[in-house]
């Protein structure tokens, strides 16, 4: 029988010298991410011809999918009358608001092109928050969820509290390129603190 030679003690491997690919980690980060609800005032009623209604109707959802793409948004939802949109990074919330103040110029050219009377007016709220995202960038359906509902609770204040303006919460605020005004505070389900709110009165 032949037998190898086995060593009376164990060999130490050096591996100092060579280089290992680095592991990738799938660490969360955190990002600014901000919800724009816009939702236009119900018009069906308001004009008797049906192949006007149609027009506008395109026109209007055409402008909200427009509006969002141009500002660098992601439009989650729309119909006929309404759009949920989302953005991310430092500046989203002064994108959304442009997308919003974009969106009622196009409603006013409606007015003009269409002979509308009365006019039509937009619905905007804009809520940002900080939330921890994996490298995919993937926000949680329940995260998703709970920011469209804010969002749609602060334009639900638009057009009586804030003269028609985009109502935002204090996350939102971009001091460097736009321009507000304090409103009031409120409570909203899910949240353990009063939300404050502001009107936009101008953006760069």
Not at 164 to 187: C, D, K, P, Q, W
Not at 188 to 203: C, F, M, N
């Amino acid at each position: 029988i032949i037998r190898a030679n086995t060593p009376e003690k164990p060999i130490n491997f050096d591996f100092s010298d060579v280089e290992f690919p680095p592991t990738k980690q799938n660490k969360a980060k955190v990002r600014l991410i901000t919800m724009l609800y816009m939702a236009v005032n119900e018009y069906t009623g308001l004009y008797a011809e049906k192949q006007t209604m149609s027009k506008l109707s395109d026109a209007i959802t055409n402008a909200m999918l427009d509006t969002v793409k141009t500002e660098g948004g992601q439009l989650l939802k729309y119909n006929r009358t309404m759009a949920t949109a989302v953005f991310t990074g430092k500046e989203s919330s002064w994108h959304a608001a442009r997308a919003a103040e974009r969106m009622r110029r196009e409603l006013r050219t409606f007015g003009l092109i269409f002979g509308l009377n009365p006019d039509l007016y937009l619905k905007a709220g804009i809520y940002s928050t900080e939330i921890e995202l994996l490298p995919e960038d993937i926000i949680s359906n329940e995260a998703e969820l709970k920011l469209c509902q804010y969002a749609e609770r602060l334009a639900s204040l638009s057009r009586k509290e804030a003269q028609g303006a985009t109502v935002l919460n204090t996350e939102s605020l971009n001091g460097n390129r736009m321009r507000y005004e304090a409103l009031r505070s409120i409570f909203i389900d899910g949240q353990e603190h009063p939300v404050h709110l502001y009107r936009i009165t101008a953006l760069d």
